[in-house]
């Protein structure tokens, strides 16, 4: 629940150079796609590109959080078998989420559903640390639980460049933010799967999170996290 109401989306420039030169109705599939939150995002496209989503998503309560919505279908399955068809899937998205995979096997899957042309997109939301608002949000997470996995992560493209069907990788970033109240800000900690529950470490996150937005809200009690997301993107080759 606090991963559906308090994760942040994703720039929609971001969005349209996924889509860029895509025929149209466009089959796309979001693997590890959490409870939903870009694939919601990839299904909200502009109508001219008809985008219909496939969530693939193994956790059972993420997909039970996840909101409706008429384009996105939802499946059980893994990135390293997705249970989709061969070459049926024009975009694959992995938003926040292939740091998770055995890199490997689940590139090669992606290769398998996409058809040839087909576009394998990684996207993530870095944190600004140049901002000081969440450059304080960060400190406080680190300093109590150690830095988050997705952060940690670095993408190699030689991951994706391994393996023969995958031409060279192009990378492209935007800005983006998201704005929090107090209950916000403390979810969208909360929501990351190192975090604690329950306990000290829990009880002193939550203090000092509360004093980071008290510290930075505006009028509005609201506070303003801002990020730096970046795609990654390859494309299947024809007759690989």
């Known amino acids: ?18 889509l860029r030169g895509l025929g149209h109705p466009i089959r796309a599939a979001d693997v590890g796609a959490g409870t939903g939150i ?29 909101a409706p919505h008429p384009r996105v279908a939802w499946r059980d399955g893994t990135a390293e078998r997705t249970g989709l068809a061969d070459a049926s899937i ?31 997109a990684l996207l993530w939301n870095r944190r600004d640390d140049g901002d000081p608002c969440t450059a304080a949000y960060g400190h406080a997470l ?35 933010e998201q704005r929090l109240d107090r209950a916000g800000l403390l979810g969208r900690a909360l929501s990351a799967s190192y975090v604690p529950r329950t306990g000290p470490v829990h009880d002193e996150l939550l203090r ?17 996290l801002r990020y730096t997301a970046e795609l990654h993107l390859t494309t299947r080759r024809a007759g690989a």
């Open 1 to 18: 629940e606090d991963y559906a109401r308090s994760r942040p989306g994703y720039p929609d420039a971001l969005r349209q150079a996924m």
């Open 38 to 66: 870009s694939a919601r995002w990839l299904a909200e496209a502009d109508a001219a590109h008809d985008v219909q989503v496939v969530a693939v998503e193994p956790n059972a309560a993420m997909r039970a959080a996840a």
């Open 142 to 176: 680190r300093d109590l639980v150690g830095e988050a996995p997705a952060e940690a992560f670095r993408f190699d493209p030689a991951l994706v460049a391994a393996c023969p069907a995958c031409e060279a990788v192009e990378s492209v970033r935007a800005p983006g």
């Open 90 to 120: 024009a975009v694959l998205l992995c938003a926040q989420a292939f740091h998770w995979f055995a890199t490997t096997v689940a590139v090669t899957e992606f290769a398998r559903v996409l058809r040839p042309g087909g576009r394998l």
């Open 208 to 224: 000092r999170l509360s004093a980071v937005h008290a510290r930075f809200a505006a009028a509005e009690a609201a506070v303003t």
